[in-house]
C-alpha cells in the first residue's frame, strides 16, 4: 500500500514539475541574410522549453512580413481550437524600413494590432551586423550604404578576405559573428538610447538585439 501511494506521489510531482513547452514564431523577409541568421541562432541555444519556428514571408515588403505572420497565427489558433493543439506564446516579425516608409508604418500599426511584436532595423537588418565590429550612429541613405560600411568593417576583422564581397546569402554569419555578439548587444543598446533623443528618423536604428536576448532569456527557464 505504502510503495504504491509512493510511486502515485512520484509521478503527481513529476507531473507538476513537466514544464509546459513555450511557442515562439519569428517571420521575416524573404531573403537569406535574416532567415539563416535566426536558424542558426536557435539551433546553438539548444532550448529544451521553447520551440522557435522560423517562417519567410513570400514577398519583401514589412506589410508582407506582418500579413504572413497573421495568417500563421490565424492557422494555430483554428488548429488549438479544433485539435487542441498549442497556440502561439509569442509572435515577432522582423523587418526592415529600407526606403519603404508608407509599408512600414502600415506594417507597424498591423502587428500592433495584432499583438505582434515588431523588430525593426533602420535602414536594414545589416546595421545589426555592422554593430558586431563598431559603434556608431552616423545615418546610411540605405542598405547598399550600410553594406559598403560593413564590409570595409568585415576586412579589417579579417571576417572577409581583402577581394571579398560580403555576401546576403552566407548561412554563417551568425558563427562568424557569435564570438562579438555581446558586443553587438551593448552597442545596439548604446544605439537605442542615443535614439531617443533623436526621434526624427531613428537612422540608424536595430531591435533584432532585443529578440536575441528574449530568445537567450529563455535558457533560465529550462
Same mark, same amino acid.
Given at each position: ?62 506589410? &508582407?512580413?506582418?500579413?504572413?505572420? @497573421?495568417?500563421? !497565427? %490565424?492557422?494555430? /489558433?483554428?488548429?488549438?481550437? #479544433? ?88 548561412? &554563417?554569419?551568425?558563427?562568424?559573428? @557569435?564570438?562579438? !555578439? %555581446?558586443?553587438? /548587444?551593448?552597442?545596439?543598446? #548604446? ?32
Amino acid at each position: 500500500m505504502s510503495k504504491r501511494g509512493k510511486n502515485k506521489n512520484q509521478l503527481q510531482r513529476g507531473k507538476a514539475n513537466k514544464k509546459r513547452i513555450k511557442y515562439i514564431l519569428i517571420v521575416v523577409e524573404g531573403q537569406e541574410t535574416e532567415y539563416n541568421y535566426f536558424n542558426s541562432l536557435k539551433d546553438d541555444l539548444k532550448l529544451k522549453t521553447t520551440e522557435i519556428q522560423v517562417a519567410r514571408a513570400s514577398g519583401g515588403s514589412p506589410l &508582407d512580413v506582418v500579413e504572413k505572420a @497573421k495568417s500563421l !497565427l %490565424q492557422e494555430k /489558433i483554428r488548429l488549438s481550437n #479544433k485539435q487542441g493543439n498549442p497556440k502561439y506564446d509569442e509572435v515577432f516579425c522582423v523587418f526592415d524600413q529600407d526606403n519603404q516608409m508608407k509599408k512600414y508604418h502600415q506594417a507597424l500599426i498591423e502587428a500592433k494590432n495584432n499583438n505582434i511584436q515588431a523588430i525593426t532595423s533602420i535602414p536594414c537588418f545589416e546595421v545589426w551586423f555592422l554593430l558586431h565590429c563598431c559603434n556608431t550612429s552616423s545615418p546610411f541613405s540605405d542598405c547598399k550604404e550600410v553594406c559598403k560600411k560593413l564590409e570595409s568593417e568585415f576586412k579589417k576583422l579579417r571576417f572577409l578576405k581583402p577581394k571579398e564581397c560580403y555576401e546576403k546569402k552566407n548561412s &554563417d554569419w551568425y558563427k562568424i559573428l @557569435k564570438p562579438k !555578439l %555581446q558586443n553587438a /548587444i551593448d552597442n545596439a543598446e #548604446k544605439l537605442e538610447k542615443y535614439q531617443e533623443n533623436n526621434r526624427e528618423n531613428f537612422n540608424p536604428s536595430t531591435k533584432v538585439h532585443i529578440l536575441v536576448k528574449i530568445l537567450q532569456n529563455q535558457k533560465h527557464f529550462e
